[in-house]
């Protein structure tokens, strides 16, 4: 049997062995992922994003564990796009969704990339789809950190939930990272410390003035919100989602079935109004650009001679050239043919 028909009949090793091929081997994915995309779309894609610590996985463990008694079946994935996982972090990782581990509804995987050229958004899809294919209902990423690389993952969630704690610095953290603009769902969790309602003050703030600055942009442009920019609204055309803030403790599981319950609304949300479809498509040009990225640097790093590169180097260190001419008269040298119906 195919590796693709094992993981659709439900092999658990077969699904490992092919995200371990996606992980660690993108050339020769690249067939199985094809074939495995013409199995895909069914899945429900959450990204779960926030910083460090927040209590992500703990909030993760509870909410999967409610969505279980729903009969939900889920794939989780767990990113880091900054560094290596350590044996640690994966075990860490572990213990926090012990309650999860034996449960056949269940599948969790951690995974690693590192440095890469689009590596990361394009294994964690490729992952994703995986998943997806896989016949798992809802497919859950979470992502460490708030950096560029968590939201261009959670960019391409469906539903996107940001974890922050009661404190304001951390907010402030993740307003500037740009990481509330993709916020479907904001989680305070760890709403048994103190000051939670000015964290959520704070962020209400903040999502006000960005809707503000969103409307008062498209009026002046004349066009459609973009809905991964707007804070507040959301959806095609001028419908609108309300970016609801859920308070927490994962811990105790305080709040987690009212975030389920968002999380249902926001899915009936953006398929009732075809949101879905944008979304899908905003995917699915990420996937094609970063795969695009990666085989053009590969190609033009084949093309480039290490000779020719070494006696660049030595030709800068001399001042004779420098390092932003050499890049142009390089790619200048590289022959693309241009692509696209002529008119
Ligand atoms: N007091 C309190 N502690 C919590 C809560 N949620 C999680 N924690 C604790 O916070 C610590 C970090 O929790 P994790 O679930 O690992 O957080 P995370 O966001 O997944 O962490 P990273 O993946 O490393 O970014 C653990 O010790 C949890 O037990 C909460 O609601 N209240
Ligand atoms: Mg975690």
């Not at 658990?12 to 050339?27: F, G, H, K, P, S």
């Not at 951690?110 to 590596?119: D, F, I, K, V, Y």
């Not at 609801?244 to 926001?266: C, K, N, Q, Y």
């Not at 990420?286 to 006696?311: C, G, H, N, P, V």
Request: aromatic residues 6%.
């Amino acid at each position: 049997m195919s590796l693709i028909k094992q993981i659709i009949s439900g092999d658990r090793r077969a699904l490992a062995q092919a995200l371990t091929l996606v992980e660690n081997d993108y050339q020769n994915s690249q067939n199985m992922l094809a074939e495995v995309y013409t199995h895909t779309g069914h899945a429900h894609i959450i990204g779960v994003t926030g910083i460090p610590g927040a209590g992500k996985s703990t909030l993760l463990n509870a909410l999967v564990k409610l969505m279980r008694k729903c009969e939900d079946t889920l794939g989780l994935l767990a990113v880091d796009p900054s560094s290596q996982f350590s044996k640690g972090a994966i075990l860490g990782d572990r213990i926090r969704m012990r309650d999860l581990l034996g449960d056949k509804g269940v599948f969790i995987r951690s995974m690693a990339t590192r440095g890469e050229l689009g590596g990361l958004s394009s294994s964690t899809a490729g992952a994703v789809d995986v998943l997806d294919a896989a016949g798992f209902d809802r497919v859950i990423v979470e992502t460490v950190g708030v950096g560029q690389a968590e939201v261009d993952i959670a960019s391409n969630a469906h539903t996107s939930i940001v974890v922050l704690c009661p404190g304001v610095g951390d907010s402030v953290q993740a307003a500037k990272s740009g990481i509330l603009e993709i916020a479907d769902i904001i989680v305070v969790n760890k709403s048994d410390y103190p000051k939670v309602n000015v964290t959520k003050s704070y962020l209400r703030e903040m999502l006000d003035i960005g809707s503000a600055v969103q409307v008062g942009l498209s009026e002046t442009q004349n066009m459609t919100c973009d809905p991964h920019l707007v804070h507040g609204t959301s959806g095609a055309g001028n419908n609108s989602w309300q970016v609801p803030i859920i308070t927490t403790v994962a811990t105790s599981g305080e709040g987690v079935s009212e975030l389920f319950d968002h999380l249902l609304a926001h899915y009936d949300h953006i398929t009732s109004t075809g949101e879905i479809t944008v979304r899908r498509q905003n995917r699915l040009r990420a996937i094609f650009e970063s795969r695009l990225r990666k085989q053009l640097y590969t190609k033009f790093s084949q093309m480039l001679s290490e000779d020719y590169f070494l006696r660049q180097l030595e030709l800068m260190m001399v001042r004779e050239t420098d390092p932003y001419t050499a890049a142009t008269e390089c790619m200048n040298n590289f022959e693309i043919n241009y692509i696209g119906d002529e008119d």
